[in-house]
């Protein structure tokens, strides 16, 4: 059974552990999301406890996907924009464990992330991701616009450069 919900309080501190698990397994098997090897699940621990206090001061939401109650799965919309830009969110951090992936279970976070972006009041919403990794072709899929190429943009975690597509969506 697959469950998508939005992550806050005392159930999003004690899923920090699951989160991170996920992120250090995303980075362990090559996906670039900002991390450099060698990353462990503490280094992806830190980085969720700052993304929780994000959510805490309500600056951006955490989702996360749950097969059989446990959590296999996580997307990020950042909330906080500029004071021109308030219809403008950011998905951040699709991450799926490589254990459950290829089962629609981005495809459920990236639906719910857009439900509650559009209740927060977005209209816009904008990503980047790696050029040419199964997450570009889930973007196309989902019918996002695919804005351009910026060669060189980012490392992969073993130090290798890596292209980014630049992706946006009217919600
Ligand atoms: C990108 C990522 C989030 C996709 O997660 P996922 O849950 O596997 O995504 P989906 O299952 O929705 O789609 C993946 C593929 O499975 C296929 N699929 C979906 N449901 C399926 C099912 N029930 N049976 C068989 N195939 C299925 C999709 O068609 C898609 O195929 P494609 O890659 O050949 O186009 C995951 O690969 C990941 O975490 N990568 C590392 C982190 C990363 O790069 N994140 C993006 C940062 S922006």
Request: aromatic share 6%; proline share 5%.
């Amino acid at each position: 059974m697959l469950e998508v919900r939005r992550l806050a309080g005392a159930e999003l501190h004690a899923q920090l552990p699951a989160l991170a698990e996920v992120l250090a397994d995303c980075v362990a098997g090559g996906a670039s999301v900002s991390y450099l090897e060698p990353f462990s699940v503490a280094d992806a621990r830190a980085a969720f406890e700052e993304w929780a206090a994000e959510v805490d001061a309500g600056r951006r939401l955490v989702l996360a996907a749950f097969s059989d109650r446990e959590l296999v799965g996580t997307v990020q919309v950042i909330l906080a924009a500029p004071p021109n830009q308030p219809h403008r969110g950011e998905i951040a951090k699709m991450l799926v464990h490589r254990s459950a992936r290829r089962r629609g279970i981005a495809a459920l976070l990236m639906e719910q992330a857009e439900l509650e972006a559009r209740a927060e009041g977005k209209t816009l919403l904008v990503l980047d991701t790696v050029t040419g990794d199964a997450a570009e072709r889930l973007y196309t899929r989902l019918g996002w616009s695919r804005v351009g190429v910026i060669p060189g943009y980012a490392l992969y975690p073993d130090g290798r450069p890596c292209d980014t597509t630049v992706f946006y969506k009217s919600i």
